[in-house]
């Protein structure tokens, strides 16, 4: 997010979904911080727009998000002739990815979207 926003990338071009459980998590030491550079830069700032967040973080909304069928929030709409770049960070294997260990997207599920 961070990375894009200083590209001159805006808000309403990126659609952030982030679990928001590290800036609470107890074995933080860093509280409602979330840190890069040995702990010097604070990514989780005050200006950061976070469109799905917690338990909103689900596989049906990114598929969604995805398909341009999420109304009332942020989704991508999007056609042949569109540049997107989707950056997934997290925990899974070779062919998934997890859901705050709630469920999992398949690589096929992915593919199909």
């Given at each position: 997010y961070q990375l894009c926003?200083?590209?001159?990338?805006?808000?309403?071009?990126?659609i952030l979904m982030?679990?928001?459980e590290l800036p609470a998590n107890a074995r933080n030491p860093n509280r409602n911080r979330m840190t890069a550079n040995g702990g010097r830069t604070n990514l989780y700032t005050?200006?950061?727009e976070i469109?799905?967040?917690g338990d909103e973080v689900t596989?049906?909304?990114l598929v969604?998000?995805?398909?341009?069928?999420q109304h009332g929030t942020k989704a991508l709409y999007s056609d042949e002739n569109s540049h997107v770049l989707v950056y997934w960070t997290g925990h899974g294997g070779d062919s998934f990815f997890k859901f705050q260990d709630l469920e999992e997207i398949t690589s096929t599920q992915i593919a199909n979207v």
């Open positions: 926003k200083s590209h001159g990338i805006p808000d309403s071009n990126i982030l679990a928001d005050e200006d950061i469109d799905y967040r596989v049906d909304n969604k998000v995805l398909l341009g069928k």
